[in-house]
């Protein structure tokens, strides 16, 4: 029982240390959330562009093949947008976020289906 509630103390800890830390974010802050991940056939981005222009979402495999991309609505304001990744195999994969003046942002993605 306590070593339940002391997880579920510190998961909630972790929760809002990260929400404080995004919410102290100047406007000028440009951030991303990857979710889930691993992921099955769909992964989730919560943009929040700050003075970022956000153009495109390029995938790339191990080796360095261009597996999917997409190109983003432009907005300047935080949203989410869904990539449907059914298509791909169980693996390590890399995102890449591109603005216009290159790469913003690159995280390692999951496929565990």
């Given at each position: 029982?306590?070593?339940?509630?002391?997880?579920?103390?510190?998961?909630?800890?972790?929760?809002?240390?990260?929400?404080?830390?995004?919410?102290?974010?100047?406007?000028?802050?440009?951030?991303?959330?990857?979710?889930?991940?691993?992921?099955?056939?769909?992964?989730?981005?919560?943009?929040?562009?700050?003075?970022?222009?956000?153009?495109?979402?390029?995938?790339?495999d191990i080796i360095g093949?261009?597996?999917?991309?997409?190109e983003l609505p432009l907005?300047?304001?935080?949203?989410?947008?869904?990539?449907?990744?059914?298509?791909?195999?169980?693996?390590?994969?890399?995102?890449?976020?591109?603005?216009?003046?290159?790469?913003?942002?690159?995280?390692?993605?999951?496929?565990?289906?």
């Amino acid at each position: 029982m306590k070593k339940t509630a002391l997880i579920l103390s510190l998961f909630t800890l972790l929760v809002f240390t990260a929400w404080d830390a995004h919410a102290q974010a100047s406007d000028s802050t440009f951030s991303v959330v990857t979710s889930p991940n691993p992921f099955d056939d769909e992964l989730t981005l919560t943009i929040y562009p700050g003075n970022r222009v956000v153009k495109s979402v390029k995938i790339y495999d191990i080796i360095g093949n261009d597996v999917a991309h997409t190109e983003l609505p432009l907005r300047h304001s935080p949203f989410a947008y869904t990539l449907n990744l059914a298509h791909l195999r169980p693996g390590f994969y890399f995102l890449n976020i591109y603005g216009d003046k290159g790469i913003i942002e690159s995280r390692k993605i999951f496929c565990s289906r």
